[in-house]
C-alpha cells in the first residue's frame, strides 16, 4: 500500500516540476490521459497531432483502462482527463459529448456456424457463452437494464481490455460481447457481428470539476472540444 502511495507521489510531484519548467512563452509540457478502448482514440490523437505541429515541445501519455481505473487515477491526479464510454453520472465531474457513439457486436470465430450470420438479435446471444468486459459485469452497464439483462446470460468469462478475450474466442471458450472497430480480425480465426437492433453507447471526455490545468493540457482540451464542434 505504501509503496503504490509513493508511486503516486513521485508521479505527481514529476508533472508538478513538469509544469513549472514548461511555464513561459514556448507551450510545452506532458499531457495524461486516461482512456477506454476505443476507436474516437484516432480522433483524439489526430487533434494532439495538429496541436503538436504547433508546440512540438509537449508530449502524450495515455494510460489505458475501464471506467473504474480511469476514475481512479483522475481522482489520484494521475492522470488530467478521461475518455469514457456510456452514461456515466459520476458526481463532481464535469462532461463533455465527444458526439460519438460506440456500437456493440459479438466476436466469433470465423469457422463457426454464427459465421454465416450478417447480424445477431439479442435472442440469439442468449443461447450463447458469453464473455463480456468486466465493467458491464460488475456494475450491470446501464445499457443492459432494457436490452441485455445479465443474469439471463450464459456468462463464462469476463475481459478488461478486449485484446486477450480474443484468444478465448479462437479456442472455442465463448463468444466475445464487444464493441466494434477494435480488434484486427485480418490474418486470424475470427469476425466481428453486428447486432440486428443497435445497442450503443456515448463517448465523453470527463474532467474533475474545479481542476487546474497545466497550460499544456489546457491548450489540447481546448482544441479538442472545438474540433468536436466543428465537425458536428
Excluded at 460519438?100 to 469457422?111: H, R
Excluded at 447480424?119 to 463480456?132: F, G, H, R
Excluded at 441485455?148 to 466475445?176: D, P, Q, S, W
Aim: net charge negative.
Amino acid at each position: 500500500y505504501l509503496r503504490d502511495r509513493a508511486r503516486e507521489l513521485l508521479s505527481l510531484m514529476e508533472k508538478t516540476e513538469s509544469v513549472l519548467k514548461n511555464e513561459g512563452e514556448q507551450l510545452a509540457g506532458e499531457i495524461h490521459i486516461g482512456c477506454a478502448e476505443s476507436k474516437i482514440m484516432d480522433f483524439i490523437t489526430k487533434v494532439f497531432a495538429d496541436l503538436r505541429k504547433k508546440h512540438p515541445a509537449i508530449s502524450l501519455h495515455l494510460v489505458s483502462g475501464d471506467a473504474d481505473s480511469v476514475m481512479r487515477l483522475m481522482d489520484e491526479g494521475v492522470v488530467d482527463a478521461g475518455i469514457l464510454l456510456g452514461p456515466v453520472t459520476y458526481e463532481n465531474y464535469d462532461y463533455f459529448d465527444l458526439k460519438q457513439k460506440e456500437t456493440f457486436g459479438v466476436l466469433v470465430p470465423k469457422n463457426d456456424p454464427l459465421a454465416s450470420k450478417t447480424a445477431l438479435t439479442i435472442d440469439d446471444i442468449s443461447k450463447l457463452p458469453l464473455i463480456i468486459s468486466e465493467q458491464t459485469y460488475k456494475e450491470k452497464h446501464t445499457f443492459a437494464i432494457d436490452t441485455i439483462r445479465l443474469k439471463e446470460f450464459n456468462i463464462v468469462g469476463t475481459y478488461n481490455l478486449v485484446h486477450n478475450a480474443t484468444y478465448m474466442v479462437e479456442n472455442h471458450i465463448g463468444y466475445a460481447l464487444c464493441l466494434n472497430n477494435l480488434v484486427n480480425t485480418s490474418g486470424r480465426n475470427l469476425k466481428f457481428i453486428p447486432l440486428s437492433k443497435e445497442l450503443s453507447v456515448e463517448v465523453n471526455l470527463v474532467t474533475k470539476k474545479y481542476q487546474s490545468f497545466s497550460p499544456a493540457t489546457r491548450a489540447f482540451l481546448k482544441l479538442l472540444k472545438e474540433s468536436v464542434l466543428e465537425n458536428n
